[in-house]
């Protein structure tokens, strides 16, 4: 199999599937409404190279809720939001990502791991393509679902914040 890399592009709120060059697929996301930062606690989404350290979820349905990376046993509804207003919703997969350039997005008050930043699914009502998240990755559930399926443990993850940098990475 060709070696897989994954480009998540902040101005165009799109994740890109690489195999070498070759793009595989492409999803609409939604990366942080506080916009890029790495630093712990802002809930902006970090940049640079990054890593899926763990892939968790593999046989949840669609819909399950993770808190703390465990399914909690509940199905998403729109009643379920209702009654708990206030949840960051976390759905179906999580690919948990850590960051590989120490000082930047490794280590210290800027590590992503640390910072829990995922890629995972969200209510099916949310919509893509407009930062909304508290600094994830956002992906309607079916997309998650193909994504998760389609990558491995250790495959790199660049996030970028500026067009140019999409064309001059690949």
């Known amino acids: 199999m060709r070696q897989q890399h994954?480009?998540?592009?902040?101005?165009?709120?799109?994740?890109?599937?690489?195999?070498a060059d070759e793009l595989i697929?492409?999803?609409?996301?939604?990366?942080?409404?506080?916009?890029?930062g790495e630093i712990n606690g802002s809930e902006c989404t970090p940049r640079g190279r990054h890593i899926i350290r763990a892939k968790i979820g593999e046989d949840a349905r669609a819909n399950t809720v993770f808190r703390a990376r465990r399914p909690t046993g509940e199905?998403?509804?729109?009643?379920?939001?209702q009654e708990f207003p206030?949840?960051?919703?976390?759905?179906?997969?999580?690919?948990?990502?850590s960051g590989k350039e120490p000082g930047r997005n490794r280590l210290?008050?800027?590590?992503?791991?640390?910072?829990?930043i995922y890629i995972h699914g969200s209510p099916d009502?949310?919509?893509?393509g407009v930062?909304?998240?508290?600094?994830c990755i956002k992906m309607k559930n079916a997309d998650v679902i193909?994504?998760?399926?389609?990558?491995?443990?250790?495959?790199?993850?660049?996030?970028?914040?500026?067009?140019q940098s999409r064309e001059s990475n690949s």
């Open 6 to 19: 994954i480009k998540i592009n902040i101005p165009r709120q799109q994740l890109e599937l690489f195999a």
């Open 25 to 36: 697929c492409r999803y609409d996301i939604s990366t942080a409404s506080n916009g890029v």
């Open 86 to 97: 206030e949840r960051d919703w976390i759905l179906t997969r999580i690919l948990w990502l």
């Open 108 to 116: 210290g008050n800027v590590d992503t791991m640390r910072r829990y």
């Open 131 to 135: 930062p909304s998240s508290h600094g």
């Open 75 to 81: 199905t998403f509804s729109e009643a379920l939001r």
């Open 146 to 163: 193909d994504l998760f399926a389609r990558v491995e443990v250790g495959t790199v993850v660049d996030i970028i914040d500026d067009v």
């Open 125 to 128: 009502a949310d919509i893509m």
